[in-house]
């Protein structure tokens, strides 16, 4: 039988041994007033604590209002925190990460594990009792472990659950000593039973090792580990939908929870509608072959609509941000990988706790040279105020830390945006996540309230990172000195200063994709040219005689041409996919000094085909370069535009 090991904190009177804990923040801090206090608790109070059992003082405790602090206007207790260790995974998954990947941050950006240790306490002192570890894959950062210790040691103090989101890929090397730290449940993603499969998705190999950690997290489960285990899925149709019974399979034998989710839209991962896979249709599925199935009490903070097979050993749930959100129970906060706050999943709204957090380091990294320094600081004030009335322990500028995330919690919204416009909101890449109105004139136009929010953000980072910051990024001072006034100015030339605008950029001045759920759908039709000039006759009389060592050139080109246009969502991220009825590329050779090129796209829908043909004609020119470089280097493509557009509101236009 494996031997669990005792993780309490010394006690010294009944009270935690505070000094023996690495965190500044960690002295026992009782509830005074109904809010938790941030200082130390007078002597009498600490004394009278100490002689109730256990059992009683945790109930007196726990009978107490919960911090302000994490209480939203709508009376919501945030009590679960999710903080992303990593940006970087060790997968692909479709729904996930763009194919390409994502940006990664500069390190220096990103949280230090005593930065994450000290946030982590400060939201403990304010009532949070459960954190999970999220990313990317939490298991790729090289310090996970350590920083699972530190969180780990909160549990004196508040923290009931540690909590790992993982792909299980590297797991099974780490569990064991997360075990010790105070891991008490495993989310493990897994979206397919079928090794094969579960390369297609994850854009990687690694099943095998998936299992396997599946396989520990059961055994160390049997040995005594007080470890949940939920395996995720997320359902896409046509994708993965028919392994829906097989999943139910897997709780006949094994104690887990199978949580089937919907496909949700994030940046990158090309959500469709037509792709979701909802609640009731995956219940229809489990119920035509499974009748006895039954609901299961859900508690009130849950995400999951839970059921149960009759006689099955683990029981399967429903994640449906989709379709019935979970809104009014919401209690969990995230901060992401470089510290930002997101108060919802859903919203782009983010507040940084790093900048905040680096103050007292002078705007850089807290690591733990620089730790200790601070934690050296507060023991010489502790030595220099004891006695007096001034709050001890305070991890640095936990004061203003509180202040903002309070602000932030106090503007989440009631509910996130419906499914109709969710998949068009601008937000962060799943695998960045772990994410309003400013105050400019309204009349001002929306792009430019964008910049001034953006800039606010930066300007208020300079005022106290100092004049490096300001030195690396002279371009932010430049932008500040271009005014809305001077927008105004600009765009009342043409008489626009109040109509004009980007139709693919919302009000908060970030990108989204245009809403064509209220258009008719018309036949379009719209036409793209260009020109490839060459320098020499030379590639044009080896196109003539079909002598390209790369084959027909023209017939390449015009092929390229109609894929491109196909392919256009793709390739432009906020273009709706068509079906397109035709698409043609005429390509004609102008004596020999150039080729002209002339896409033309048609289709029977709710928006125009510009883009198509813009595509189709831009990349049979490149073709057409790409073909001829080896003859022709001085080749140029110029005049790209579109010249025809019919179809739709706005009615026929053609250039002269």
Known sequence: MYKWLSYAAPRVSGRPQLLSTPLLSLSAIPKLGGVRSIGTATPEVEDKASDLPLSRRHQIRDAKPFSEFLTDTFHRQHDYLRISVSERCN??????????????????????????????????????????????????????????????????????????????????????????????????????????????????????AVQRSIDRILELKGQGAGIKLKINCVVMRGMNDREILPFVELTREKDLEVRFIEYMPFDGNKWSKGKMFSYTEMLDVIRAKYPMLQKVQDHKNDTSKTWHVPGFAG?????????????????????????????????????????????SNNGEPIDEEALEALKQIEMDRRQSVVGSQQALGLTPNETELLDVIGMAVKRKKEKHAGIGALEHMKNRPMILIGWHEGGVDSQIPSVVRGVSSIWQQHSSRVSFLGPSLAARTPHLVQHR????????????????????????????????????????????????????????????????????KKGDVLGVARVAGIMAAKRTPDLIPLCHPIAISQATVDLQAVGEERIDVRAT?????KTGVEMEALTAASTAALTIYDMCKAVDKGMRIEGLRVVLKDGGKSGRWEMD
């Not at 006034?485 to 004009?500: H, V, W």
């Not at 796209?601 to 829908?605: K, L, P, Q, S």
Request: hydrophobic share 35%; proline share 5%.
């Open 91 to 208: 997968l692909r998954c479709l729904y996930c990460m763009p194919e390409e990947g994502v940006p990664l941050s500069p390190p220096k950006e990103l949280l230090t594990t005593p930065e994450i240790a000290l946030l982590s306490s400060i939201f403990v002192s304010q009532g949070v009792s459960k954190i999970r570890l999220t990313g990317g894959e939490p298991t790729v950062r090289r310090d996970i472990l350590p920083l699972m210790h530190q969180i780990g040691s909160l549990r004196p103090h508040g923290l009931k659950e540690l909590c790992i989101t993982t792909n299980g890929l590297s797991l099974h090397r780490k569990l064991d000593s997360m075990v010790e730290a105070g891991l008490t449940g495993v989310n493990l993603s897994l979206d397919t039973l079928d090794p094969w499969q579960f390369q297609i998705m994850t854009r990687r190999k690694g099943f095998d």
């Open 315 to 359: 029981r399967i749930g429903f994640i449906t941000s989709m379709t019935h959100n979970f809104c009014g129970t919401c209690n969990r906060l995230r901060i992401t990988s470089d510290g930002n706050l997101k108060v919802c999943l859903f919203g782009n709204a983010e507040v940084s706790l790093r900048d905040i957090l680096r103050k």
């Open 481 to 548: 000195a271009f005014s809305t006034s001077q927008y105004s100015q600009n765009n009342s030339k043409k008489g626009q200063e109040t109509t004009a605008r980007l139709t693919h950029v919302s009000a908060s001045g970030t990108a989204h994709m245009v809403s064509i759920s209220e258009k008719t759908p018309t036949s379009r039709v719209a036409t793209a040219a260009c020109a490839v000039h060459f320098s020499t006759p030379t590639a044009l009389r080896l196109i003539a005689d079909n002598q390209m």
């Open 601 to 605: 796209v048609m289709c029977d829908g």
